[in-house]
């Protein structure tokens, strides 16, 4: 059993809470937040429904909850405006993905550090370089949820178990991830295999699947935004499975989001790719066979963010006064 730590006791912060305490793969769960007081209600809740969930402790309140916290879930900061990208957001929350990166080294030094807060790929790494973790340790959710997000539609057009079918979304979170097509898998056929040998499948169905991506993968969190303001239950059930795959030491296959050592001749910066993941953190990362115009695609999502590390460093140095 271990205990994991949530920083920011907002929308998300409190959703992961209570899907890892229905999880039964921790001992306690301490949510911090500057605002000790949401924390402390978020966390009284949560607790009043531990009689009916395995056991497990829910505590809330400041940066001392963290304590000793075998993995530390960030999701302080800004959420995401109606229209806005993940990139708008960075300036937003870096200072508080610094502040909380002093309490973590501090408080957790023994951590896995999941980072959830966006723009994700660019606080990932940014949390590696204020934490001083290896790189191993500091993981970010990276594309979990754009990969669930795509099974779940590919099910809706199939009517396959979503569960059933095998499919990653690569790169950036954000406006230039990609989905690896090459890569989807029902029963071991592709999905062009699958469709022609289905019978009741259009034809055109796969094409029509590819067209269909921005709208119910790519740019779906917008949609959802603008109907409720946030999203925060999917994101939770994401960090609710890569924290079991650490916990239990599991080894699974998560498209997480790590630095990256040359895979397809990509480094220094960290991206969504197939990792195997466990109790040390990110294991290794799988370089799946990608097709060209996905290996461009995959190429181009790392000069995205590595615009944002770029800006992020900007930022830094403009706050040391050294610009």
């Known amino acids: 059993m271990a205990k994991i730590g949530i920083i920011g006791a907002g929308q998300v ?6 899907a890892l305490a229905q999880a039964g793969v921790a001992e306690e769960i301490a949510l911090a937040d500057i605002k000790t007081e949401k924390a402390a209600g978020e966390a009284l809740d949560i607790a009043h ?5 395995p056991a497990v402790r829910v505590t809330g309140g400041g940066y001392a909850e963290i ?3 075998d993995v530390v879930v960030m999701t302080a900061g800004a959420n995401q405006a109606p229209n806005e990208t993940r990139r708008d957001l960075l300036l937003k929350n870096l200072s508080v993905m610094q502040d909380a990166a002093r309490e973590i080294a501090r408080r957790a030094p023994a951590c896995v550090l999941l980072v959830v807060t966006n723009p994700v790929d660019a606080l990932t790494r940014a ?14 959710s990276g594309t979990v949820l754009d990969s669930q997000r795509l099974r ?14 095998h499919a990653y979304v690569l790169g950036e979170h954000g406006d230039s991830e990609l989905p690896a097509w090459s890569t989807v898998s029902i029963a071991g056929m592709t999905l062009e295999e699958y469709c022609r040998d289905c019978g009741g499948c259009d034809a055109h169905l796969p094409g029509r699947m590819r067209e269909a991506f921005d709208e119910n993968v790519r740019h779906v969190a917008n949609a959802i935004i603008a109907r409720k303001g946030a999203t925060f239950y999917a994101i939770a059930v994401a960090v609710r ?3 079991e795959a650490i916990v239990r030491d599991e080894h699974s296959i998560l498209t997480v989001s790590s630095l990256l050592r040359g895979e397809y001749g990509i480094s220094d910066v960290c991206l969504s790719l197939p990792c195997v993941v466990g109790r040390a953190g990110v294991l290794r990362r799988i370089a799946v066979n990608l097709a060209e115009d996905e290996l461009a695609a995959l190429r181009a999502s790392a000069d995205a963010v590595r615009a944002m ?3 992020a460093r900007a930022w830094k140095y403009a706050r040391q006064g050294v610009m």
């Open 67 to 69: 304590d000793g916290a």
């Open 13 to 18: 912060g409190a959703s992961c809470a209570f």
């Open 241 to 243: 499975r890569i924290c």
């Open 49 to 53: 429904g531990v009689p009916l969930l």
């Open 127 to 140: 949390a590696l370089a204020q934490t001083g973790f290896s790189p191993e340790r500091v993981l970010g």
């Open 152 to 165: 779940f539609m590919l099910s809706e057009h199939t009517g396959v178990d979503a569960r059933s079918i």
């Open 309 to 311: 590390d770029v800006r």
